[in-house]
T-cell receptor
C-alpha cells in the first residue's frame, strides 16, 4: 500500500492564482481531511469528508474548496491564492467511526505552499 | 486559549535520559492521539488512547480522563527520537475532528 500520497511536494504561487493540491489514499478509508500547519500553531482542520459525496467545513475553510467524488481522492482547491495561505498542508485519512469512535490517523507527506 | 495544551514547548535531553511530554485538555474528549513529526516534515501516529496506558518499544503513553491529562514517555532516549511530538484530541461532540496541541520540539543530544 502507498498509504496517503500528496502532490505536489512544493509549490510557489502568485497572489490571485488558483491551484489544486492532490491527495489520494489506497486503504479504503472513508474519512479524509485537510490540515494546514503554521509556525507556532497546531495543525488546523480546513475541510473533511466522511465518504464519497460528503464534505464539511473545519476550523479554517475560507479560501478553500473540496470535493470527494471517489473514496480514494480528496483534492483541495485554492480559489484565489493569498499570502496568508502560505503554509504546509497535510492530508490525512482514517476509518470512519462516526461521532463516537475514532481510529488511527494516517498522514500524507505534506505540501509546502508559498504564495508571493 | 487552546483547548489542548502541551508542555514543554521545547525539550533538550542527553542520550539515555527518561523523557516526559505532557498534554492537558480543558473539555471532554473521546480519544487522544500522540503523533511524531520527523525533521523532514512527515507525521506518523504513535498512539491512540481513550483510557489507561499503551506501550510500544521505548514509548509509553498514559491518559487520565478524570484529570484531563495525558503523558508521553520515552525511556532510554536516543538522538533518533529528536522530533516534534504532537498530541491531538477528539473533543466530545465533534469526534470526527481533531484538535491539536502546538507540539513539543524534542532534541536528544549524543
Amino acid at each position: 500500500n502507498a498509504g496517503v500520497t500528496q502532490t505536489p511536494k512544493f509549490q510557489v504561487l502568485k497572489t490571485g492564482q488558483s491551484m489544486t493540491l492532490q491527495c489520494a489514499q489506497d486503504m479504503n478509508h472513508e474519512y479524509m481531511s485537510w490540515y494546514r500547519q503554521d509556525p507556532g500553531m497546531g495543525l488546523r482542520l480546513i475541510h473533511y469528508s466522511v465518504g464519497a459525496g460528503i464534505t464539511d467545513q473545519g476550523e479554517v475553510p475560507n479560501g478553500y474548496n473540496v470535493s470527494r467524488s471517489t473514496t480514494e481522492d480528496f483534492p483541495l482547491r485554492l480559489l484565489s491564492a493569498a499570502p496568508s495561505q502560505t503554509s504546509v498542508y497535510f492530508c490525512a485519512s482514517s476509518y470512519e467511526g462516526g461521532p463516537f469512535r475514532s481510529y488511527e490517523q494516517y498522514f500524507g507527506p505534506g505540501t509546502r505552499l508559498t504564495v508571493t | 486559549k487552546n483547548e489542548v495544551e502541551q508542555s514543554p514547548q521545547n525539550l533538550t535531553a542527553q542520550e539515555g535520559e527518561f523523557i516526559t511530554i505532557n498534554c492537558s485538555y480543558s473539555v471532554g474528549i473521546s480519544a487522544l492521539h500522540w503523533l511524531q513529526q520527523h525533521p523532514g516534515g512527515g507525521i506518523v501516529s504513535l498512539f491512540m488512547l481513550s483510557s489507561g496506558k499503551k506501550k510500544h518499544g521505548r514509548l509509553i503513553a498514559t491518559i487520565n480522563i478524570q484529570e484531563k491529562h495525558s503523558s508521553l514517555h520515552i525511556t532510554a532516549s536516543h538522538p533518533r527520537d529528536s522530533a516534534v511530538y504532537i498530541c491531538a484530541a477528539h473533543l466530545t461532540g465533534s469526534a470526527r475532528q481533531l484538535t491539536f496541541g502546538s507540539g513539543t520540539q524534542l532534541t536528544v543530544l549524543p
